[in-house]
């Protein structure tokens, strides 16, 4: 087995986006919060970043990441939610817990938005991001169990 077939598909996509130039990221970041029929000036940058093989239906949400990764610091080691509850305080904690609640509630439409507002909020408390666990708890976030709200729903809450 090469190293190619064992190295992961969100894995592989991440290690992509972390060598993009400014000019590329900056294409990207101009199109945070959109989904893919309203990319401007961004497909033929994400479709070269995609690693063969992903499913179409994984597609949104790859290009999701791909649009967020440019607003916030990388390197993080916590889920989206203990990263939130790292970034509370007791000034924010209200507004936040209801931020919180409202991206647990989101459905993939909705997410885009709420997603961009909480990476621009983790950004501006210098929280880094796990951006290949959030790829990853992105691809299962329809999962009928939500286990991925769940989890992200313990990781902020539960710390308190």
Same mark, same amino acid.
């Given at each position: 087995m090469s190293d190619n077939q064992t190295i992961s598909q969100p894995t592989r996509f991440i290690e992509r986006l972390e060598k993009l130039d400014a000019g590329d990221r900056a294409r990207l970041k101009r199109n945070a919060g959109k989904t893919l029929s309203e990319a401007k000036d961004a497909l *033929? =940058?994400?479709? +070269?970043?995609l690693p063969y093989g992903v499913p179409a239906h994984q597609e949104e949400v790859y290009f999701l990441v791909a649009t967020l990764f440019p607003l916030a610091e990388g390197g993080g080691k916590l889920d989206f939610?203990?990263?939130?509850?790292?970034?509370?305080?007791?000034?924010?904690?209200? *507004? =936040?817990?209801? +931020?919180?609640?409202?991206?647990?509630?989101?459905?993939?439409?909705?997410?885009?938005?709420?997603?961009?507002q909480a990476v621009h909020f983790l950004q501006s408390c210098r929280v880094r991001v796990n951006w290949q666990q959030l790829l990853e708890d992105l691809l299962q976030w329809d999962h009928p169990d939500r286990f991925i709200q769940q989890r992200w729903a313990r990781s902020y809450f539960g710390q308190s």
């Open positions: *033929g =940058l994400f479709y +070269r970043l939610g203990a990263s939130l509850h790292l970034a509370q305080s007791a000034k924010n904690s209200k *507004g =936040l817990d209801k +931020r919180v609640e409202n991206l647990l509630d989101a459905d993939m439409v909705q997410l885009h938005f709420r997603l961009r």
